[in-house]
């Protein structure tokens, strides 16, 4: 059984930070990428950024330069520092972690609502 597990999400003012986490749990085997998607209401599910194993990383234009994302592979875990916050990145966020046999699993997501 695959359990993911976020947490960090809640409400902000426009310019605040939150910090996203993401633990990873059961039988995952060679996990390749961690990533974080988004949806907002009534839009599709969006990439927001995401980080292999081999330490590349590559974000949405739309949040490069203020979010960061980051893993501990010991703790199979991925976070996302999220800076500069604008009302436009309300949304559920999701976490994804894909393994070498493409396996794909997502957590259950959490609720990010920046406030103008």
């Given at each position: 059984?695959?359990?993911?597990?976020?947490?960090?999400?809640?409400?902000?003012?426009?310019?605040?930070?939150?910090?996203?986490?993401?633990?990873?749990?059961?039988?995952?085997?060679?996990?390749?990428?961690m990533a974080?998607?988004?949806?907002?209401?009534?839009?599709?599910?969006?990439?927001?950024?995401?980080?292999?194993?081999?330490?590349?990383?590559?974000?949405?234009?739309?949040?490069?330069?203020?979010?960061t994302i980051?893993?501990?592979?010991?703790?199979?875990?991925?976070?996302?520092?999220?800076?500069?916050?604008?009302?436009?990145?309300?949304?559920?966020?999701?976490?994804?972690?894909?393994?070498?046999?493409?396996?794909?699993?997502?957590?259950?997501?959490?609720?990010?609502?920046?406030?103008?």
């Open positions: 059984q695959v359990q993911l597990v976020e947490s960090g999400g809640g409400l902000v003012q426009a310019g605040g930070s939150l910090r996203l986490s993401c633990a990873a749990s059961g039988s995952i085997f060679r996990i390749n990428s974080w998607y988004r949806q907002a209401p009534g839009n599709q599910r969006e990439l927001v950024a995401a980080a292999t194993s081999g330490g590349s990383t590559n974000y949405a234009d739309s949040v490069k330069g203020r979010f980051a893993r501990d592979n010991a703790k199979n875990t991925v976070y996302l520092q999220m800076n500069s916050l604008k009302p436009e990145d309300t949304a559920v966020y999701y976490c994804n972690v894909l393994n070498y046999y493409g396996y794909s699993y997502w957590g259950q997501g959490t609720q990010v609502t920046v406030s103008s």
